[in-house]
């Protein structure tokens, strides 16, 4: 078994409490279902979120899908012009004996244009 990173990203309609954790919840929830990845196989989470989000932290989606013993940090996203906002973005290191290529990174709602170039 080899730890590889798996990314994923999705945006927030707004900024509010609820969406930024069921937006989130959504995203870690596809990323370990696309990616057949059991709880117990999550090394650690870091989440970053553009700076129109400041009601909630990511991170407190993690713990309602029941990876509160899983390490989590957020963070602050860059803010670069044009940047698409109430983004989402995470970066989640697993355990699994996929090959890189095999990893199906999830971007969800306004982010899939962020990476047009993967499959759904």
Do not use: W
């Amino acid at each position: 078994m080899r730890v590889r990173a798996l990314r994923g990203a999705v945006t927030a309609d707004e900024d509010a409490k609820d969406e930024i954790i069921s937006s989130t919840t959504e995203l870690l929830e596809e990323m370990l279902d696309r990616n057949d990845v059991a709880t117990e196989d999550v090394v650690f989470i870091i989440f970053t979120a553009t700076g129109d989000l400041t009601a909630e932290f990511p991170a407190a989606a993690a713990r309602k899908i029941g990876l509160s013993h899983v390490p989590v940090i957020c963070a602050r996203e860059l803010e670069v012009e044009g940047s698409l906002p109430r983004t989402v973005r995470v970066m989640m290191l697993i355990n699994t004996d996929k090959a890189r290529e095999a990893l199906r990174h999830v971007y969800l709602k306004d982010a899939r244009q962020l990476r047009m170039d993967l499959p759904e």
